[in-house]
């Protein structure tokens, strides 16, 4: 019987893995997509779009289409997601792997102030600068809400979600960002202060660099911490080795 991978995606790392995986004779790959991006791109392979209702209705799914492995490629701040997919494939009883991209690291010229959660992130600014722009995506916004002082320029693929900070511009724009773009958009809004998320994402890596240059703090927010009994692994390669597949 052909094995049956079911594959969380959203991330450029989920659709390689699909790419990969429906590559292989005899290997079935479904992605599923929370569908919070309105316009995903092409994905290889099934596609499915929505919840599932929790850990007990992925566990359910997972039975009753007789997946055999489950990989979760979320982005690296899809707690909820992570820890369902921990507890459903221990009910159901299949292998579970989390992929998860490395994260950012700073150099010694970077002036970097790690946050635990948003609402640190939050507790950091007024110290740090006036203008901030803020790229931690379209979620959790609120934390920010109180900072009447601070003006920011929030930038997000999708439009956020209120409640935001009065004093907001909003840019909607989509990665990869080339170091000659961040700078220009810095210096054009005057940004003093960079908020994001340690997503260790190249595609929107650039800002961190054009920050060095500048000589910008930049408050990033740390990763969740992974549920425990999870296999966790930083390329496709050790999705494939884990899943006993072959590294083309």
Same mark, same amino acid.
């Given at each position: 019987?052909? +094995?049956?991978?079911?594959?969380?995606?959203?991330?450029?790392?989920?659709?390689?893995?699909? #790419?990969?995986?429906?590559?292989?004779?005899?290997?079935?790959?479904?992605?599923?997509?929370?569908?919070?991006?309105?316009?995903?791109?092409?994905?290889?392979?099934?596609?499915?779009?929505? =919840?599932?209702?929790?850990?007990?209705?992925?566990?359910?799914?997972?039975?009753?289409?007789?997946?055999? @492995?489950?990989?979760? @490629?979320?982005? +690296?701040?899809?707690?909820?997601?992570?820890?369902?997919?921990?507890?459903?494939?221990?009910? @159901?009883?299949?292998?579970?792997?989390?992929?998860?991209?490395?994260?950012?690291? +700073?150099?010694?010229?970077?002036?970097?102030?790690?946050?635990?959660?948003?609402? #640190?992130?939050?507790?950091?600014? %007024?110290? !740090?600068?006036?203008?901030?722009?803020?790229?931690?995506?379209?979620? *959790?916004?609120?934390?920010?809400?109180?900072?009447?002082?601070?003006?920011?320029?929030?930038?997000?693929?999708?439009?956020?979600?209120? %409640?935001?900070? +009065?004093?907001?511009?909003?840019?909607?724009?989509? =990665?990869?960002?080339?170091?000659?773009?961040?700078?220009?958009?810095?210096?054009?809004?005057?940004?003093?202060?960079?908020?994001?998320?340690?997503?260790?994402?190249?595609?929107?890596?650039?800002?961190?660099?054009?920050?060095?240059?500048? =000589?910008?703090?930049?408050?990033?927010?740390?990763?969740?911490?992974? %549920?425990? *009994?999870?296999?966790?692994?930083?390329? !496709?390669?050790?999705?494939?080795?884990?899943? *006993?597949?072959?590294?083309?």
């Amino acid at each position: 019987m052909s +094995p049956h991978v079911l594959l969380l995606g959203g991330t450029t790392e989920a659709r390689l893995l699909a #790419d990969d995986l429906t590559a292989r004779p005899g290997v079935r790959v479904t992605t599923s997509l929370a569908g919070r991006v309105s316009r995903p791109g092409a994905l290889a392979g099934e596609v499915r779009v929505g =919840g599932f209702g929790g850990a007990d209705g992925l566990a359910a799914w997972l039975r009753e289409h007789a997946v055999d @492995a489950v990989v979760d @490629a979320t982005h +690296p701040f899809a707690a909820t997601i992570t820890a369902n997919v921990a507890r459903a494939a221990a009910a @159901a009883g299949v292998t579970a792997v989390v992929l998860r991209r490395p994260g950012w690291r +700073p150099g010694p010229r970077d002036r970097w102030h790690w946050a635990a959660s948003l609402d #640190d992130a939050a507790e950091l600014l %007024p110290a !740090l600068g006036r203008r901030v722009l803020l790229t931690t995506g379209r979620l *959790g916004l609120a934390s920010f809400a109180h900072l009447t002082q601070l003006h920011f320029v929030v930038r997000s693929v999708e439009p956020p979600e209120p %409640p935001m900070p +009065p004093h907001t511009d909003l840019l909607l724009a989509r =990665g990869p960002f080339t170091e000659a773009h961040e700078t220009a958009l810095l210096r054009e809004h005057r940004i003093d202060v960079i908020v994001t998320k340690d997503s260790g994402a190249e595609a929107t890596a650039a800002k961190l660099s054009a920050a060095r240059s500048l =000589g910008l703090p930049v408050v990033v927010v740390r990763r969740p911490a992974l %549920p425990d *009994g999870v296999t966790a692994v930083s390329d !496709l390669a050790g999705v494939l080795d884990l899943l *006993g597949l072959d590294v083309a």
